[in-house]
């Protein structure tokens, strides 16, 4: 639960911001983390010092369900001659390192990042006569934050979170999110590392599907070149009734359909429903490494494998040009998120999670035949994987929701994958690998003529329900955007 308070008014468990002239034995008990990112609010908006807050009653530290322990809400007015409308300004305090002390985040230092890194903010313009801003953005933030909370998956620029509802929960075609470098926001250095600022911006399903296809780099380009569909600033108006392609048919002939050709999609992975077996033969017994169950049980990724799926997914938000899949490796790589403590994670695991197979003893296997299984939505990826990453030379995974299972398509050419040529189907642990057959030249372009018979030239060997997939079969499989559904 939270509650809307003014931030100088005394709360529970959080004192008031300090003004520009608060006492030094004020200052000194005042959490580090958090007065430095007041400080930069405070540069942004001199006029309010003390801004509406949506605050968690019992902070997540204190065994509460919300990770955020303040929202902070600014009136921003905008620049009409250079179409900004008047909005408002929603800013998170928790993602980052706020006290400095482990009750949240592991402190590991000044140079790297505080906590996760970054804090979020979104901009929803401000209705006629409004004159406080709506409490729902705050919730959102939250959803956001549990996520990365409890997967340890960070946020990027570029990247973008399917929602399927409007944001608002009314009628509007807003029902997604992008997610970019907030304009105004600056990099923050706190005691405890630095916080940067990604912008939550609001888009229509068409939107999204664009900058999955493409990235959602260009796509954020498109909507700034628009001024009611967000603007220099990228404002959220959830009531937007158009898209962007709607409202300049030219954007999706000429800029989307022209940079999916020549760049493809720099979507490297998503989380998923989806699952996949061994169709070599059935396993022995409960043990036998060729299942990916044990019992009822998935069996459970390695920390380091999960860390090289992770680390394949953040660098395929990057346009690089010489696409790398991180081979398996026991020595621990160095890197941001890597050094992380898992203590954050630890209360939100079953006590299973004592049971991972060390990444030492697990074995790569070559499989003769594997059956994929993809939820509806999941499979309607499929013609990105392969004409928007496969065909120009990269990788894309799918990483299980529902257990610790992954699948990697890669493409000739992808450094460190262990399916090879040879052996197109390999498995370490519960990662499978697909490797394409051959050369793709001829892939049509758009995602209704990928079809059967591409799907099967490309994955031959794929089986659907225990048989092998025949082109005729394949088709039909294909049209209905998945290879099996995966039970909710």
């Given at each position: 639960?939270?509650?809307?308070?003014?931030?100088?008014?005394?709360?529970?468990?959080?004192?008031?911001?300090?003004?520009?002239?608060?006492?030094?034995?004020?200052?000194?008990?005042?959490?580090?983390?958090?007065?430095?990112?007041?400080?930069?609010?405070?540069?942004?908006?001199?006029?309010?010092?003390?801004?509406?807050?949506?605050?968690?009653?019992?902070?997540?530290?204190?065994?509460?369900?919300?990770?955020?322990?303040?929202?902070?809400?600014?009136?921003?007015?905008?620049?009409?001659?250079?179409?900004?409308?008047?909005?408002?300004?929603?800013?998170?305090?928790?993602?980052?390192?706020?006290?400095?002390?482990?009750?949240?985040?592991?402190?590991?230092?000044?140079?790297?990042?505080?906590?996760?890194?970054?804090?979020l903010t979104f901009r929803?313009?401000?209705?006629?006569?409004?004159?406080?801003?709506?409490?729902?953005?705050?919730?959102?933030?939250?959803?956001?934050a549990r996520y990365v909370?409890?997967?340890?998956?960070?946020?990027?620029?570029?990247?973008?979170?399917?929602?399927?509802?409007?944001?608002?929960?009314?009628?509007?075609?807003?029902?997604?999110?992008?997610?970019?470098?907030?304009?105004?926001?600056?990099?923050?250095?706190?005691?405890?590392?630095?916080?940067?600022?990604?912008?939550?911006?609001?888009?229509?399903?068409?939107?999204?599907?664009?900058?999955?296809?493409?990235?959602?780099?260009?796509?954020?380009?498109?909507?700034?070149?628009?001024?009611?569909?967000?603007?220099?600033?990228?404002?959220?108006?959830?009531?937007?009734?158009?898209?962007?392609?709607?409202?300049?048919?030219?954007?999706?002939?000429?800029?989307?359909?022209?940079?999916?050709?020549?760049?493809?999609?720099?979507?490297?992975?998503?989380?998923?429903?989806?699952?996949?077996?061994?169709?070599?033969?059935?396993?022995?017994?409960?043990?036998?490494?060729?299942?990916?169950?044990?019992?009822?049980?998935?069996?459970?990724?390695?920390?380091?494998?999960?860390?090289?799926?992770?680390?394949?997914?953040?660098?395929?938000?990057?346009?690089?040009?010489?696409?790398?899949?991180?081979?398996?490796?026991?020595?621990?790589?160095?890197?941001?998120?890597?050094?992380?403590?898992?203590?954050?994670?630890?209360?939100?695991?079953?006590?299973?999670?004592?049971?991972?197979?060390?990444?030492?003893?697990?074995?790569?296997?070559?499989?003769?035949?594997?059956?994929?299984?993809?939820?509806?939505?999941?499979?309607?990826?499929?013609?990105?994987?392969?004409?928007?990453?496969?065909?120009?030379?990269?990788?894309?995974?799918?990483?299980?929701?529902?257990?610790?299972?992954?699948?990697?398509?890669?493409?000739?050419?992808?450094?460190?994958?262990?399916?090879?040529?040879?052996?197109?189907?390999?498995?370490?642990?519960?990662?499978?690998?697909?490797?394409?057959?051959?050369?793709?030249?001829?892939?049509?372009?758009?995602?209704?003529?990928?079809?059967?018979?591409?799907?099967h030239r490309l994955f031959?060997?794929?089986?659907?329900?225990?048989?092998?997939?025949?082109?005729?079969?394949?088709?039909?499989?294909?049209?209905?955007?998945?290879?099996?559904?995966?039970?909710?």
């Amino acid at each position: 639960m939270a509650e809307l308070r003014p931030s100088g008014a005394p709360g529970p468990t959080a004192p008031p911001a300090p003004g520009p002239t608060a006492p030094p034995a004020f200052a000194s008990l005042f959490p580090p983390g958090l007065h430095a990112i007041y400080g930069e609010c405070r540069r942004l908006y001199p006029d309010q010092p003390n801004p509406l807050q949506v605050t968690a009653i019992v902070k997540y530290w204190l065994g509460g369900p919300d990770p955020l322990d303040y929202v902070s809400m600014y009136r921003n007015v905008g620049s009409p001659s250079a179409n900004i409308p008047e909005h408002w300004h929603y800013i998170s305090f928790g993602l980052s390192d706020l006290y400095g002390d482990n009750r949240v985040h592991e402190f590991t230092g000044t140079d790297g990042p505080s906590g996760f890194g970054f804090e979020l903010t979104f901009r929803l313009k401000r209705e006629t006569g409004e004159s406080a801003p709506p409490t729902w953005p705050a919730e959102l933030m939250q959803g956001l934050a549990r996520y990365v909370f409890q997967s340890e998956n960070t946020f990027c620029s570029g990247d973008h979170v399917s929602w399927h509802s409007p944001l608002d929960n009314s009628e509007s075609r807003i029902q997604h999110m992008l997610l970019t470098e907030d304009p105004q926001m600056q990099p923050v250095q706190t005691p405890f590392g630095v916080v940067t600022f990604l912008q939550i911006v609001g888009v229509c399903t068409e939107e999204l599907h664009s900058a999955q296809q493409w990235n959602g780099q260009g796509i954020l380009e498109l909507l700034r070149t628009v001024p009611v569909a967000g603007g220099p600033w990228l404002i959220t108006d959830m009531r937007r009734g158009e898209t962007i392609f709607e409202i300049d048919p030219h954007l999706q002939q000429e800029r989307v359909d022209k940079g999916i050709e020549t760049d493809g999609s720099n979507l490297s992975g998503v989380s998923a429903k989806c699952a996949w077996d061994d169709l070599s033969r059935p396993p022995e017994d409960d043990e036998d490494s060729r299942s990916i169950c044990i019992g009822t049980q998935p069996r459970r990724l390695s920390g380091k494998d999960t860390e090289q799926i992770r680390e394949t997914l953040r660098r395929g938000l990057e346009i690089n040009s010489k696409p790398v899949l991180p081979p398996i490796n026991p020595q621990r790589q160095n890197g941001l998120a890597h050094d992380r403590a898992p203590s954050r994670k630890d209360s939100l695991e079953s006590d299973s999670s004592t049971a991972i197979i060390p990444h030492e003893l697990i074995r790569t296997r070559q499989l003769e035949s594997v059956h994929l299984k993809f939820n509806q939505e999941s499979g309607a990826l499929i013609p990105l994987c392969l004409r928007g990453r496969l065909l120009h030379g990269r990788h894309f995974t799918y990483k299980s929701i529902t257990g610790d299972m992954a699948i990697t398509f890669v493409s000739t050419g992808v450094e460190g994958a262990f399916a090879t040529e040879e052996h197109p189907y390999a498995a370490h642990g519960p990662w499978l690998q697909v490797r394409r057959a051959a050369p793709w030249q001829d892939l049509p372009l758009e995602p209704q003529e990928c079809q059967a018979p591409e799907l099967h030239r490309l994955f031959p060997q794929l089986h659907h329900k225990g048989e092998s997939v025949t082109r005729e079969s394949s088709q039909e499989l294909l049209r209905l955007s998945c290879l099996s559904p995966v039970s909710c």
